[in-house]
C-alpha cells in the first residue's frame, strides 16, 4: 500500500530537548515536504526536498532541520525546541514536474507537545 | 502576495444535497490545482486535482471547475453524504518554484442527516 509514514504520531517534551520526527515514503517519489498546521494559520511548509542531498526552506524554516540522505525517508529535527513548536506536523511527497506533476500524498501528522 | 483562499469558512447542508465549496486563488501563474479532504486525526487527503488548461474535471461524485478569468476554484459534491463531513482545503502548485504547495484556509463541510 502507498503511503507516508510518520513516528512518533504523538509526543509531549520539555523545551531544548532535542527531538526527530521521522518520515518515510514507499512510493519512489522525488519530492518530500513538511509543513505544520496550526489554528487559523492553516497548512504552512517548513522544508522540503526535491531530491537526495537536496534540500530547501518553506515558508516557516526557523528552529528546524531536515536531512534527505535517501529517498524515501526526510526526518525533521527539532534542536532544541521550544513552545510555540507545538503543533501539528504533517510530512508529504510526491513526483515532480512536467508531465509527472502529481498531487501531495500526506502521513497521518505528528502532534508536538512542547512544555 | 501569493495566497489561496476560501470564501465560506463553514458549510452545513442536507444528507442527499449537493455541496459546493468555493476558493479564489491570486497568481494567475499557478500551473495545477488540488483538492483535499481532511478528517479528524487525520491527514490530508487527496480528493481531485486539475491543470491550469482545464477548465472542469470530473471525479466519482466530485466536480472541480476552474475559471481562471476570474481566478476561482470550486468543488462540487453529488449527492453529500455524512461521510463527507470534513474539511476540505484548495491548494495551488506553482511547478517553476520547487514545487511550492500554498494552501487555503479550509471549509468545514457539515451533514446534516
Known amino acids: 500500500e502507498a503511503q507516508v509514514t510518520q513516528n512518533p504520531r504523538y509526543l509531549i517534551t520539555v523545551t531544548g530537548k532535542k527531538l526527530t520526527v521521522t518520515c518515510s515514503q514507499n512510493m519512489n517519489h522525488e519530492y518530500m515536504s513538511w509543513y505544520r498546521q496550526d489554528p487559523g494559520l492553516g497548512l504552512r511548509q517548513i522544508y522540503y526536498s526535491m531530491n537526495v542531498e537536496v534540500t530547501d526552506k518553506g515558508d516557516v524554516p526557523e528552529g528546524y532541520k531536515v536531512s534527505r540522505k535517501e529517498k524515501r525517508n526526510f526526518p525533521l529535527i527539532l534542536e532544541s525546541p521550544s513552545p510555540n513548536q507545538t503543533s501539528l506536523y504533517f510530512c508529504?511527497?510526491?513526483?515532480?514536474?512536467?508531465?509527472?506533476?502529481?498531487?501531495?500524498?500526506f502521513g497521518d501528522g505528528t502532534r508536538l507537545s512542547i512544555l | 502576495g501569493e495566497s489561496v483562499g476560501l470564501h465560506l469558512p463553514t458549510l452545513s447542508v442536507q444528507e442527499g444535497d449537493n455541496s459546493i465549496i468555493n476558493c479564489a486563488y491570486s497568481n494567475s501563474a499557478s500551473d495545477y490545482f488540488i483538492w483535499y479532504k481532511q478528517e479528524s486525526g487525520k491527514g490530508p487527503q487527496f480528493i481531485i486535482d486539475i491543470r491550469s488548461n482545464m477548465d472542469k474535471r470530473q471525479g466519482q461524485r466530485v466536480t472541480v471547475l476552474l475559471n481562471k478569468t476570474v481566478k476561482h476554484l470550486s468543488l462540487q459534491i453529488a449527492a453529500t453524504q455524512p461521510g463527507d463531513s470534513a474539511v476540505y482545503f484548495c491548494?495551488?502548485?506553482?511547478?517553476?518554484?520547487?514545487?511550492?504547495?500554498?494552501f487555503g484556509q479550509g471549509t468545514e463541510l457539515s451533514v446534516k442527516p
Open positions: 508529504a511527497s510526491r513526483q515532480t514536474g512536467g508531465a509527472r506533476l502529481g498531487p501531495q500524498h
Open positions: 491548494a495551488e502548485i506553482h511547478d517553476n518554484q520547487g514545487g511550492k504547495l500554498i
